[in-house]
């Protein structure tokens, strides 16, 4: 269904937690709030067990591109654990601050964070069963989407999973209200300029190889996958 508001994506616009000297009281408290809002509209658990949990098994490996403020990582840890598998978690993230972040919290024992790109990861001739992103999408120019695919697939031995936002004129509304709930940080501001920089279907669709399976799921989420 074709946005009416927001018919274009606005690639031009920048997110205010991206600057590398914005507040960093408040970029910490972004941080601190992914957990709850990715928790509420992300879908993650869903995915996992669509996707993830049925390729799991003792001893296998995750790895988490762009993990910001961990708290993926940590729901991952999680849900593996309550359904009986150990595994490892590996996140990368480029950004010094949001590595900072991490070592400042208490991750499980089986989750480890570098400060890397995904271009490193492939020069170092790894692999992990499953490879995933939340909200990074939409931060990509076209060649930075290109070369970032094609680092995932590398990556992954089973299965690679992008989640991100949808864009819809209903989620930018309905998302204005939430500066009720998360102040002191960059969640909203920056979550509306996410919403009007992301993909509909139907332009994801277009931007990936033809490999790749584009599905919409609920609460303006959009999820790219690849399976070998």
Same mark, same amino acid.
């Given at each position: 269904m074709p946005t009416l508001f927001l018919p274009n994506r606005r690639t031009d616009l920048s997110e205010y937690m991206d600057d590398p000297h914005c507040d960093l009281t408040m970029l910490n408290e972004t941080y601190r709030q992914f957990e709850t809002v990715n928790g509420l509209i992300s879908g993650w658990k869903r995915v996992y067990k669509r996707y993830i949990r049925p390729v799991l098994y003792d001893g296998a490996t995750i790895l988490d591109v762009g993990c910001g403020g961990g708290d993926l990582l940590v729901r991952l840890a999680k849900w593996a654990e309550a359904d009986g598998f150990h595994i490892q978690i590996v996140g990368i993230e480029p950004d010094q601050r949001a590595i900072d972040y991490l070592e400042s919290i208490e991750l499980p024992k089986n989750v480890t964070v570098q400060r890397k790109m995904t271009s490193d990861l492939v020069?170092?001739?790894?692999?992990?069963?499953?490879?995933?992103?939340?909200?990074?999408?939409?931060?990509?120019?076209?060649?930075?989407?290109?070369?970032?695919?094609?680092?995932?697939?590398?990556?992954?031995?089973?299965?690679?999973?992008?989640?991100?936002?949808?864009?819809?004129?209903?989620?930018?509304?309905?998302?204005?209200?939430?500066?009720?709930?998360?102040?002191?940080?960059?969640?909203?501001?920056?979550?509306? =300029?996410?919403? =009007? =920089?992301?993909?509909?279907?139907?332009?994801? =669709?277009?931007?990936?190889?033809?490999?790749?399976?584009?599905?919409?799921?609920?609460?303006?989420?959009?999820?790219?996958?690849?399976?070998?």
């Amino acid at each position: 269904m074709p946005t009416l508001f927001l018919p274009n994506r606005r690639t031009d616009l920048s997110e205010y937690m991206d600057d590398p000297h914005c507040d960093l009281t408040m970029l910490n408290e972004t941080y601190r709030q992914f957990e709850t809002v990715n928790g509420l509209i992300s879908g993650w658990k869903r995915v996992y067990k669509r996707y993830i949990r049925p390729v799991l098994y003792d001893g296998a490996t995750i790895l988490d591109v762009g993990c910001g403020g961990g708290d993926l990582l940590v729901r991952l840890a999680k849900w593996a654990e309550a359904d009986g598998f150990h595994i490892q978690i590996v996140g990368i993230e480029p950004d010094q601050r949001a590595i900072d972040y991490l070592e400042s919290i208490e991750l499980p024992k089986n989750v480890t964070v570098q400060r890397k790109m995904t271009s490193d990861l492939v020069a170092e001739g790894l692999v992990f069963d499953v490879v995933l992103s939340n909200h990074v999408l939409h931060h990509l120019t076209k060649s930075e989407l290109t070369a970032f695919l094609d680092d995932t697939r590398k990556l992954a031995k089973s299965l690679t999973l992008h989640n991100d936002i949808r864009r819809d004129d209903l989620a930018y509304v309905g998302f204005i209200p939430g500066k009720l709930f998360f102040r002191n940080s960059f969640i909203i501001p920056d979550g509306l =300029r996410s919403i =009007r =920089r992301s993909y509909r279907a139907d332009e994801l =669709r277009q931007a990936v190889p033809e490999n790749w399976s584009v599905k919409r799921m609920p609460l303006f989420r959009i999820l790219l996958y690849w399976r070998p």
